[in-house]
T-cell receptor
Framework: KAGVTQTPRYLIKTRGQQVTLSCSPI?????VSWYQQTPGQGLQFLFE???????NKGNFPGRFSGRQFSNSRSEMNVSTLELGDSALYLC?????????????FGSGTQLSVL | SQQGEEDPQALSIQEGENATMNCSYK?????LQWYRQNSGRGLVHLIL?????REKHSGRLRVTLDTSKKSSSLLITASRAADTASYFC?????????????FGRGTQLTVWP
């Protein structure tokens, strides 16, 4: 089975722009979650989707949004980029619907905001 | 914060030695998991221990959980240079909505050949 695929691997944007990141989960996994990783804050939960529904959202401003498609692929969007949005964005998928066990992570998208 | 905290922040050892990392957390949990991350890459799940378990083994890994102290430890025996990575504990907190794990800040392990 192919692993979790995230595209693009690297992105460079300027302040005020918007960006869309993509994540394809492992085949059969219906739960997709997103995390932001920075040296200062560590791993912070963004949101989680299951069967196209957002079940959980972390404490991020409304500039951060996401969605999930019927094939379980997910996208996250960040509008009006700020310097502080520079981070590694990680997507993870899991098989189970009723608990959060064994997340499978992609390699991440490294976003740099200049 | 509901995140866990790992200790130490950094650990440097020689190949063949054992590495022990500790994790403390603040709330009641359903399970605690350990993940490994190589520099700038995604995390890889290592082992999960449920709140009603006290110890688990997987290969060279041994995890313990003390829910009364809200702490866990990860022991890697006979370390290898390839074990060099960051190690994170993560908790599924009781009462927390699904799909969310709370990660610690990680321990950077360096194993010298």
């Amino acid at each position: 089975k192919a692993g979790v695929t995230q595209t693009p691997r690297y992105l460079i944007k300027t302040r005020g722009q918007q960006v869309t990141l993509s994540c394809s989960p492992i085949s059969g996994h219906r739960s997709v979650s997103w995390y932001q990783q920075t040296p200062g804050q560590g791993l912070q939960f963004l949101f989680e989707y299951f069967s196209e529904t957002q079940r959980n959202k972390g404490n991020f401003p409304g500039r951060f949004s996401g969605r999930q498609f019927s094939n379980s692929r997910s996208e996250m969007n960040v509008s009006t980029l700020e310097l502080g949005d520079s981070a590694l964005y990680l997507c993870a998928s899991s098989l189970r619907a009723d608990s959060t066990e064994k997340l499978f992570f992609g390699s991440g998208t490294q976003l740099s905001v200049l | 914060s509901q995140q866990g905290e790992e200790d130490p922040q950094a650990l440097s050892i020689q190949e063949g030695e054992n590495a022990t990392m500790n994790c403390s957390y603040k709330t009641s949990i359903n399970n605690l998991q350990w993940y490994r991350q190589n520099s700038g890459r995604g995390l890889v799940h290592l082992i999960l221990i449920r709140s009603n378990e006290r110890e688990k083994h997987s290969g060279r890994l041994r995890v313990t959980l003390d829910t009364s102290k809200k702490s866990s430890s990860l022991l890697i025996t006979a370390s290898r240079a390839a074990d060099t990575a960051s190690y994170f504990c993560a908790t599924e907190n009781r009462g927390s909505t699904l799909g969310r794990l709370y990660f610690g800040r990680g321990t950077q392990l360096t194993v010298w050949p």
